[in-house]
């Protein structure tokens, strides 16, 4: 099996992204979380086959790049042998981690040539740091962003400016003189906590636009939604079906037409940043999180 889905990746390759939502449960409780993880949140119902079993079909499909996020990804008792199987099959990682607790089996993963780190970072001064996820976070992030460097790892470290004259420029130059070289600011988002925190509704035309198209996410439950920032927009669920049926299927049709209107009618779109409206990842850069330039980070 492994040698046919890298062959068919080899072949048929393609600028996707598929985000891998696998938990709930985080370390943290920020406020703008995009999906309202926290302490007391779960892993889910996917087995560790179920979610091979979607990185297979998505490698069979052409998806050249897979994001393990949350929640906090590394949390989940079966991401290390997720990421190894990621990687095993000559799909490109990345791994979406608040870097508040690292194991040696993780920093081993995050040096893998094909594996990207993302983290986000939000003060300069621990105390605004902390306030924003909830809990004393700034030291351990911090740390382990300057043991990534130590490691060669070159992390992608994504800034959201939550408001309130968050001291957002005093962090970059901060990074910068740590060595970070690719740092992206983003706002904070209404989806999620952010959402209910400003009783906003669910805000659509804040999306890139792309969604669905050769990308998608999978929740800890198997919904499958075009974007990892709209996980109530499901259009279909992989313990019920194939992941090719389902972002083929006319719900994911329709769910992109939606968006993408959405998106025309609040001026929202690829045209305002150049192409780097959605940023959850790397790759593709409109539509992932910390990647430099872009304008739109899921990730709390």
């Known amino acids: ?46 087995t560790r086959e179920d979610w091979i079993k979607v990185v297979n079909e998505a490698a069979e499909r052409g998806i ?30 990345e791994v979406f981690t608040n870097l508040v607790r690292v194991t040696d089996e993780w920093w081993g993963i995050f040096q893998h040539k094909r594996t990207v780190l993302a983290t986000s970072y939000y003060s300069d001064h621990p105390g605004e740091h902390n306030s924003i996820t909830g809990r004393p976070s700034h030291g351990r992030t911090r740390a382990n962003i300057i043991k990534a460097l130590e490691f060669g790892i070159e992390p992608v470290v994504s800034i959201i400016d939550c408001g309130d004259d968050q001291r957002v420029e005093e962090a970059r130059t901060e990074l910068a003189g740590l060595g970070v070289k690719r740092v992206k600011v983003d706002r904070m988002r209404p989806f999620g906590r952010a959402a209910c925190g400003s009783r906003q509704e669910m805000d659509l035309s804040g999306l890139c636009g792309k969604c669905g ?32 049926g389902i972002l083929d299927s006319p719900v994911m049709g329709a769910t992109k037409a939606l968006i993408r209107e959405s998106v025309r009618n609040g001026g929202g ?9 959605c940023n959850p990842g790397t790759v593709p850069e409109e539509c992932s999180p910390g990647h430099p330039g872009s304008s739109c980070t899921p990730r709390n």
């Open 1 to 46: 099996m492994t040698a046919q889905v890298t062959d068919s990746l080899r072949t048929n390759r393609v600028e996707g992204l598929l985000w891998l939502d696998l938990t709930r449960k985080c370390q943290l409780n920020c406020g703008h979380c995009y999906n309202g993880s926290s302490p007391e949140g779960a892993h889910g119902a996917l």
């Open 64 to 93: 050249a790049r897979v994001q393990l996020i949350g929640g906090e990804p590394t949390l989940h008792p079966d991401a290390p042998t997720l990421a190894r199987h990621i990687l095993g099959i000559g799909v490109d990682l």
């Open 213 to 244: 198209t050769d990308r998608a996410a999978v929740g800890p439950d198997g919904t499958v939604s075009p974007c990892v920032f709209t996980p109530s927009l499901s259009v279909g669920n992989i313990r019920e079906g194939g992941l090719g």
């Open 269 to 277: 779109g690829d045209e305002d940043d150049g192409g780097n409206k």
